[in-house]
């Protein structure tokens, strides 16, 4: 909607009004701003200067808090795991969710509805509130405190969002370009591999927005099944550290930037991108 | 030659279906499946005993001091679900609508309230877990601006300390509902609106009779997402007050209950299999009903242009 219509309108009140929802939106954006900026400002500071002057610049910034947190508080390792597991998990959701959307959208047979209907029976219900037959499960796959459990639970948990946007988008490609390809002689597999997903891209851009960012985030299921501390991801180390450090309040500052901050500038970089991908749920 | 045809196919539909399928099957259908098996068992820590039929359902229910906590957590659940939709999602609708009418700086906007919805909520609880405390920034900030009677423990006081988490959680989420109203807002045809408005419809009529009726299913989203946020929070409690929900339990949730049943905590000793998992199908239950509930309700209310 791009009329600017009313807002010619010189009624006083009618003003009034755009300034004070106006007036409401700055004071948001502020709230947003102001706490992460203090945040890093903090980092800086020793932790009395942070309790005497909450507000102030540090007279000197300690920079030695990122290198005290990144390297010798295992903050590294924490991100490197993050980046493993999210990765490797990200490939499989991908690989499987689009070969299974290719599989349910592009053949018709009989179980497709009813396989469909299995895919999506993972949206809706949380996986969390079965965690007791989980945690029972990678015990016996003897799977705990290693990372595969969380891949498999995090392919798990993105594959029922990935067949319900991919299918749908996959089975708005024109069945011709798959007729001219057999006649080619492409095969099924070639078709997927060479038509469908490059025509796919955008559809498979939003996908791995909508899952990436919650497995990057994830708590609770690291928590249950990652106990060393050279395994953990990002949320459970900055967790742990805060145990362990609740009063060296420069610390977790440091801590908290270090989680913070990559988000934050790589969502400044592509923030479309990811407001179309974490929204594409939730939207038709 | 048309058999091996067939067969063909079915092996390119197996190819392709079956590696999700398993993995689906076997970590998200198997574990909901036996969620709802293990209820039905007594426990002796992770060994599974004799049948008990509904037996973990009534304690959770009726018997002390499950009823107590229980009861506890989903009225806190309620409260989640109650203030969020009232602030959070009435503020998102605001947001949204302004934002599609394009007033100054509409674009700014729109990328800053997003921002922190890509932060973990763990991430987020621990910063605002320590601008909160008795000595952090909040109460800084109104001594400074004269407002000292105002400074309180926000996550000490067990009358506050839900709705500080609440406003945490609406703090970080805000972002989503006006991103999603604001694209079902945009959705709607202009030549709707420009008829309204050459007929003389007044900005308060043109939103409650054109835009509201025809962002429905938008609404209903955003409520079964809130619906199903407010019955899972966790992660908010934990970083917070703690996996007790202190003070006094008072901001326990049925999360952090559960998790307390199945793994044991401090306070509750050893984990009780049979009770955690009857409040694990319970969670699904609420959860499946609630949405599908609103769901109903709201495709009589959908309008078709």
């Known amino acids: 909607m791009n009329t600017d219509l009313r807002y010619s309108s010189t009624a006083w009140g009618k003003n009034l009004l755009l300034f004070t929802f106006h007036l409401l939106m700055g004071v948001y954006v502020g709230l947003i701003f102001y706490p992460l900026f203090n945040m890093v400002v903090s980092s800086l500071k020793t932790t009395r200067e942070i309790f005497q002057n909450p507000f102030g610049f540090p007279p000197l910034p300690q920079w030695r808090n990122f290198w005290i947190v990144w390297v010798e508080k295992g903050f590294y390792r924490y991100f490197g795991n993050s980046l493993w597991v999210t990765s490797v998990s990200m490939v499989f959701v991908l690989l499987f969710g689009s070969m299974a959307s290719y599989g349910l959208s592009r053949y018709s047979f009989r179980l497709s509805l009813g396989l469909y209907l299995l895919f999506l029976s993972g949206i809706m219900l949380p996986l969390k509130a079965a965690i007791i037959p989980l945690f029972i499960l990678i015990k016996n796959l003897g799977l705990m405190d290693r990372h595969l459990s969380i891949i498999l639970i995090f392919i798990a948990m993105g594959l029922p969002s990935t067949v319900f946007i991919l299918s749908g988008f996959m089975k708005t490609v024109p069945k011709e370009l798959e007729y001219a390809a057999r006649i080619d002689g492409c095969n099924d597999l070639s078709i997927y591999g060479r038509i469908v997903m490059p025509i796919s891209a955008p559809a498979i851009a939003l996908v791995t927005i909508y899952n990436a960012v919650p497995i990057w985030n994830d708590f609770f299921f690291p928590l249950v099944f990652i106990q060393s501390d050279r395994l953990k991801t990002l949320p459970v180390g900055l967790s742990s550290f805060f145990g362990q450090y609740s009063t060296n309040w420069s610390l977790l500052f440091s801590g908290l930037s270090i989680a913070i901050l990559p988000m934050l500038i790589l969502y400044l970089c592509m923030s479309n991108y990811f407001i179309r991908g974490m929204t594409a749920g939730a939207i038709k | ?305």
């Open chain 2, 1 to 305: 030659m048309l058999l091996s045809k067939e067969l063909r196919k079915g092996f390119w539909i197996t190819f392709f279906v079956l590696p999700g399928l398993v993995i689906v099957a076997v970590f998200i259908l198997l574990p909901l499946f036996l969620s709802l098996f293990n209820s039905l068992f007594s426990w002796n820590q992770l060994i599974r005993g004799e049948w008990v039929g509904l037996e973990n359902f009534r304690r959770v229910f009726f018997t002390s001091p499950y009823r107590e906590r229980f009861f506890n957590a989903l009225r806190n659940n309620g409260k989640w679900f109650l203030v969020t939709m009232l602030v959070q999602n009435t503020l998102g609708l605001l947001f949204g609508y302004l934002l599609s009418r394009r007033i100054p700086g509409h674009g700014f906007f729109r990328r800053t309230f997003f921002i922190p919805v890509l932060f973990s909520i763990v991430a987020v609880g621990f910063l605002w877990g320590l601008y909160l405390k008795p000595n952090g920034l909040l109460n800084a900030f109104l001594k400074l601006v004269g407002m000292e009677s105002w400074t309180r423990a926000w996550l000490g006081e067990e009358s506050i300390a839900t709705f500080s988490i609440i406003g945490v959680n609406i703090w970080r989420w805000v972002g989503f509902p006006t991103l999603v109203f604001l694209a079902a807002i945009n959705a709607i045809p202009l030549d709707c609106l420009e008829a309204a408005y050459l007929d003389g419809a007044r900005e308060t009529q043109v939103f409650g009779r054109i835009v509201l009726p025809l962002i429905v299913p938008a609404l209903t989203v955003i409520t079964v997402l809130t619906l199903i946020g407010s019955l899972n929070v966790f992660e908010q409690i934990y970083t917070m007050t703690g996996l007790d929900g202190s003070p006094n339990y008072s901001t326990d949730t049925i999360g952090t209950l559960f998790y307390r049943t199945a793994f044991g905590s401090v306070d509750s000793g050893n984990p009780e299999i049979g009770i955690g998992s009857a409040i694990g199908v319970v969670i699904y239950l609420l959860t499946f009903f609630a949405s599908a509930g609103f769901i109903a309700l709201s495709r009589g209310r959908e309008v078709e242009l």
